[in-house]
């Protein structure tokens, strides 16, 4: 049995307008903090890092629930649907305020909303994919998340949210979650949950044997201590390397802004691009090489890129730093594609949320820290310029923990076997 492309491009339009909304977030907020209401770079790493509290309980909370809901359009779909279309309504509210402490409020009742459907939204792909064919189906969701990314950078531009000062946003934001509903509304059309997830399980059971249940019976159906040990390391890789993309991610815009007076819309659409090239041979050499080797390579790409970056200036050539993010934006494909699937890889079909609850608990929880720590080292500093050599050293240890993880691979299957299943099913 091939991955099921169309399938799998139709699930990920609830992780491309997910995409939509982080791109706008991250591109927007702090410099609203900024220019609107002037906080120093500790308080609007803090205020930025509130997304990331909220998922720390929220994430797990509503990965666990969904995985417990049992309605006629699915498990997941009703969280989709729901949480979306309350992100939407209350985000074009956040345009349009204009006082601190509700500005606050109404950021919080997004974030809320958003958290309560990333999780189902992300467990739904291996939900309908068979554990073989996850890293390809994980490369194609994160390739959608990156177009919609890309499509937000590219209204970022159009609506000119680089500009030096800035601090009306109302207009770009409803073109985002236009963008977002128009997502949403291709996904209720086509994607049919329950008879999806039905025949995983089924072609699961019928091409591949229930081997997962049969080695959970040999531990009292949990893990064993070694596989523990493997899920406990990929979460804490997936953490060390967060604490050093978020911070880039999240400080970015300002960064371009005052230190390298670069269009930071332009470089991050760069690598996205470069992301974009990378998803399917990445997936492909996953297949042929396993997660964690191919993981542990991008860790190294990631790591050199943001080194590099630290000796770029303002009188640097320009393409120098698409250089350098197209690297990272290869490199954060290389890693994306394969860890999430890794960790699902250790759980059983009824617990595929939770795990996917723990995942974004090890990187939210790195979320939670890294834009208030970044935030303190540049107000001591006085500078932006402490970023990269930070994104560096977090990256960089992640290589260590890494290397170290022994579960978590697709197990390949025998070539006559997989020849035999070279159907693709409606």
């Known amino acids: 049995m091939k991955l099921n492309y169309k399938r799998t491009i139709l699930v990920g339009f609830a992780f491309f307008l997910i995409q939509c909304f982080w791109s706008a977030y991250d591109a927007i907020i702090p410099i609203i903090l900024k220019n609107k209401y002037g906080m120093s770079e500790t308080a609007n790493g803090f205020i930025m890092s509130l997304d990331n509290i909220l998922a720390l309980f929220m994430l797990p909370l509503f990965g666990s629930i969904s995985d417990k809901v049992n309605t006629r359009f699915g498990r997941r779909t009703p969280f989709i649907v729901g ?6 309504i209350f985000f074009n509210i956040l345009g349009l305020v204009d006082v601190l402490w509700l500005f606050i409020l109404v950021l919080l009742l997004t974030l809320i909303s958003m958290a309560t459907f990333r999780s189902p939204a992300v467990a739904l792909m291996p939900d309908v994919t068979c554990k073989p064919h996850r890293s390809k189906a994980n490369a194609i969701i994160n390739l959608m998340g990156t177009i919609g990314a890309m499509i937000v950078l590219g209204l970022g531009i159009v609506f000119k949210t680089s500009e030096v000062g800035k601090t009306e946003f109302s207009d770009y934001i409803l073109a985002v979650t236009s963008v977002m509903l128009l997502a949403l509304i ?13 025949e995983m399980q089924e072609n699961t059971v019928k091409y591949f044997g229930d081997k997962e249940a049969e080695e959970r019976e040999i531990h009292g159906g949990g ?10 390391l990929i979460l804490v890789s997936v953490a060390l390397w967060f604490i050093g993309y978020n911070a880039v991610i999240s400080k970015y815009s300002l960064y371009a802004t005052h230190v390298i007076k670069q269009d930071f819309n332009l470089t991050l659409i760069i690598a996205q691009g470069a992301a974009i090239i990378a998803y399917f041979p990445v997936g492909f050499i996953a297949s042929k090489v396993g997660r964690r080797k191919t993981i542990l390579a991008g860790v190294i790409m990631l790591t050199a890129a943001f080194f590099m970056a630290i000796f770029i200036t303002e009188h640097s050539p320009v393409y120098l730093m698409y250089i350098l993010f197209s690297l990272a934006g290869i490199a954060w494909a290389t890693i994306n594609v394969n860890s999430f699937p890794m960790v699902v890889e250790l759980a059983k079909g009824s617990d595929v949320g939770k795990y996917t609850g723990y995942y974004y608990t090890a990187s939210m929880a790195a979320q939670v820290v890294t834009p208030t720590l970044v935030g303190i080292i540049m107000d001591i ?18 290589f260590v923990t890494m290397f ?15 020849e035999s299943l070279d159907v693709d099913v409606d």
């Open 83 to 88: 949480g979306t279309i309350l992100a939407v």
């Open 186 to 198: 291709i996904f209720i059309l086509t994607v049919r949950e329950p008879k999806w997830a039905q």
């Open 223 to 232: 893990l064993s201590p070694e596989q523990k040990r493997s899920l406990i």
């Open 381 to 398: 500093a006085n500078s932006y310029r402490p970023l990269f050599p930070y994104a560096t050293i977090f990256v960089g240890l992640a």
């Open 404 to 418: 170290f993880v022994r579960h978590g691979d697709a197990k390949p299957q025998p070539k006559g076997l997989l």
